[in-house]
């Protein structure tokens, strides 16, 4: 399997712009999450899916984030209209049968987009 | 909520052992993970503990303590490639599938 795949893998833009990250999550995975990573704050989590339906946002920093899962293979985090303070490493991941437990507790996370806003 | 506490930098020698503690609050508990991230990559899925007790995979094991609250990695047989920000993990109390990452310890591994 390829793994999590991100597009773009680096994305540098001017404040006030439209920015779209997408996700390809592996394949049979039922859950998909996206993360935002920085020096201050650590790793997020922003929302995540569950068979391409929107489970929990409150992590979604403010109405300028939104993400789909318009199918099971395919994500998008859109950030409208950008800010500097957006700038981070976005990671996508994705798992499945979590509440099983069992001998593992895994996220599969795809390489990230590092998201830079000037 | 959640809270977990890692420290934020370790340094050993190659051939050592090490230890990264990881404490944690939580009303509900699930279990613990830890992940490893070398610089520039992503997560990656190292070690889970619901029990009490010492997981072992390799060089790498992981301790759990629900009594104590507290959780660690230990890496043995040090080598530079190790050198990477190890975190763990926890899930909410009230949405089992939502995490919560500490905020990292980055390891340095010297020859």
């Known amino acids: 399997d390829a793994g999590v795949i991100q597009s773009p893998r680096h994305e540098v833009t001017e404040m006030g712009q439209e920015v779209t990250l997408r996700c390809k999550p592996i394949?049979?995975?039922?859950?998909l999450f996206w993360y935002r990573q920085t020096m201050m704050r650590g790793l997020e989590l922003l929302i995540y899916f569950n068979n391409n339906v929107p489970i929990d946002d409150s992590g979604m920093p403010e109405d300028r984030f939104s993400a789909k899962m318009p199918n099971a293979s395919f994500s998008t985090l859109k950030i409208q209209p950008s800010e500097p303070r957006d700038s981070a490493v976005y990671f996508c991941?994705?798992?499945?049968?979590?509440?099983?437990?069992?001998?593992?507790?895994?996220?599969?996370f795809g390489p990230g987009t590092r998201l830079t806003v000037l | 909520g959640q809270s977990l506490e890692q420290p934020s930098e370790v340094t050993a020698v190659e051939g050592a052992i090490v230890q990264i503690n990881c404490t944690y609050q939580?009303?509900?508990?699930?279990?613990l993970s830890w992940y490893q991230q070398h610089d520039g990559g992503a997560p990656t899925f190292l070690s889970y503990n619901a029990l009490d007790g010492l997981e072992e995979t390799g060089r790498f094991s992981s301790f759990l303590s629900r009594s104590d609250s507290y959780g660690y990695l230990l890496l043995q047989e040090l080598q530079m490639k190790d050198s990477a920000s190890y975190f763990c993990?926890?899930?909410?109390?009230?949405?089992?599938?939502?995490?919560?990452f500490g905020s990292g310890t980055k390891l340095n591994v010297k020859p």
């Open positions: 939580t009303s509900g508990f699930y279990g």
């Open positions: 394949s049979g995975h039922d859950y």
């Open positions: 991941a994705s798992s499945t049968n979590l509440l099983a437990g069992g001998v593992t507790d895994t996220q599969y």
């Open positions: 993990a926890v899930r909410d109390e009230d949405n089992f599938n939502k995490f919560y």
